[in-house]
């Protein structure tokens, strides 16, 4: 049997849509996995209640099925579904490392990345490979048609994760169809100075390249006290604030000595809206690891 810890990602990082990528040190899940005959898979943990164990309609089962390595799979869930922590992500992540090395198949992990995207795949729609490109590689990644370019930082960060649900699906629906050029050169800069920030490991840069006018502010619209949050946490000394994936999770950008500060400012801005929310203070992480 193999076990695997397998991070909490955030994808986008505001400018970076559908690209960026960063692993979190922390939450995670934890996935055990063995040979067998046919997929099972046992669901436990945070949200697990409404994560189907049925093969064919888990993330893992899909992973599973495109490397075709049967598996007793049991997941532990330390991220919940649509929380924009790459919950998804965490488990196809985990599923397809410990299968390359249960089977002995030898993919690597960036090779493991469009096996783990299948899962997205089924939970989405679309094969993205933002969340599962950090979660298998760690770091900061930028996932693009021509591969996966990875950078080891360890920029503190806060995550702030509202009692609200935001579907994938629902927020990809409020994605605008098109964009003024003026937007989408204040984007690339952005997303230069946020990849220039990560390779720097300065929190400044990072951010500063969060900021975005295109996709941002239709998905903020669908968090309760989204502005709110934004507010308090630069207030606090937060560097960037953006959504999380596609939500409802809110993701700072900060220096080390004011997470804390910047944690209890997001819960009291959420707070303030009637929303019931825990903060994560995190920063960028190690891929998926075999414990
Ligand atoms: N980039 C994706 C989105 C991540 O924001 O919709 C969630 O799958």
Request: hydrophobic letters at 45%.
């Amino acid at each position: 049997m193999i076990t695997v810890r397998a991070p909490a990602t955030s994808a986008n990082l505001g400018s970076g849509f559908d690209v960026f990528g960063a692993a979190l040190s922390r939450p995670a899940d934890i996935v055990r996995v063995e040979p067998a005959d046919e997929t099972t898979i046992e669901m436990s943990g945070a949200g697990s209640e409404y994560i189907p164990e049925d093969p064919e309609k888990n993330v893992a089962g899909a992973v599973a099925d495109a490397l075709s390595a049967p598996a007793r799979i049991r997941i532990d869930k330390g991220v919940r579904p649509s929380s924009g922590l790459g919950s998804s992500a965490a488990s196809a992540a985990a599923v397809a490392l410990a299968l390359d090395a249960l089977y002995e198949l030898g993919h690597g992990r960036e090779a493991l990345v469009p096996y783990a995207a299948e899962g997205e795949a089924l939970v989405s729609g679309e094969a993205h490979a933002d969340n599962v490109a950090p979660a298998l590689m760690g770091g900061f990644t930028i996932a693009t048609d021509g591969g996966i370019t990875q950078i080891d930082t360890s920029i503190p960060l806060v995550v702030c994760l509202p009692e609200l649900v935001v579907s994938t699906r629902d927020a990809r629906r409020v994605v605008p169809a098109s964009a003024e050029v003026s937007e989408v050169v204040d984007c690339v800069g952005r997303a230069a100075t946020l990849t220039a920030g990560m390779c720097r490991d300065d929190p400044t840069l990072v951010g500063r390249g969060m900021a975005d006018e295109i996709v941002t502010p239709a998905r903020a619209a669908l968090i309760d006290g989204y502005e709110t949050v934004h507010e308090y946490a630069l207030d606090a000394g937060a560097t960037g604030v953006t959504v999380s994936g596609a939500g409802p999770a809110v993701i700072a950008a900060c220096r080390h000595p004011d997470r804390r500060a910047i944690a209890s400012a997001m819960l009291d801005a959420f707070a303030d809206h009637d929303v019931e929310a825990r903060a994560y203070q995190t920063r960028v992480g190690r891929g998926a690891e075999l414990l």
